[in-house]
Nanobody, 127 residues
Framework: QVQLVESGGGLVQAGGSLRLACAAS????????MGWFRQAQGKEREFVAG????????YYADSVKGRFTISRDNAKNTLYLQMHSLKREDTAVYYC????????????????????WGPGTQVIVSA
């Protein structure tokens, strides 16, 4: 298991930017594909972005494509989500997650593929 802790959430005006970070410890971060999910109040948790263990492959939900960028720094055991042009509908608790299987080269996308989750960080986008 890898332990994950998100940071960087907060209140931002629509059109603004935020960068989320996810610090990892425990099982080797570099061996794991990673992802970001979010859950808005009253809604189900949804996939936002995923990245392969090497960082060479990325995948985004259509709702954030072109606005959000997922990246990772394997030397720092940290995953990032850079968010630009934020909209009110981006308001949610954001979670980072690690692929439940190590050494899998694909980008994990389905929630069932993830085995470790952080506690989440709240992002609120105001009008």
């Amino acid at each position: 298991q890898v332990q994950l802790v998100e940071s960087g959430g907060g209140l931002v005006q629509a059109g603004g930017s935020l960068r989320l970070a996810c610090a990892a410890s425990g099982r080797a971060f570099i061996n794991s594909g990673m992802g970001w999910f979010r859950q808005a109040q009253g809604k189900e948790r949804e996939f936002v972005a995923g990245i392969s263990m090497s960082g060479g492959s990325k995948y985004y939900a259509d709702s954030v494509k072109g606005r959000f960028t997922i990246s990772r720094d394997n030397a720092k055991n940290t995953l990032y989500l850079q968010m630009h042009s934020l909209k009110r509908e981006d308001t949610a608790v954001y979670y980072c997650a690690a692929d439940r299987r190590s050494w899998r080269p694909q980008v994990p996308i389905d929630e069932a593929e993830f085995g470790s989750w952080g506690p989440g960080t709240q992002v609120i986008v105001s009008a």
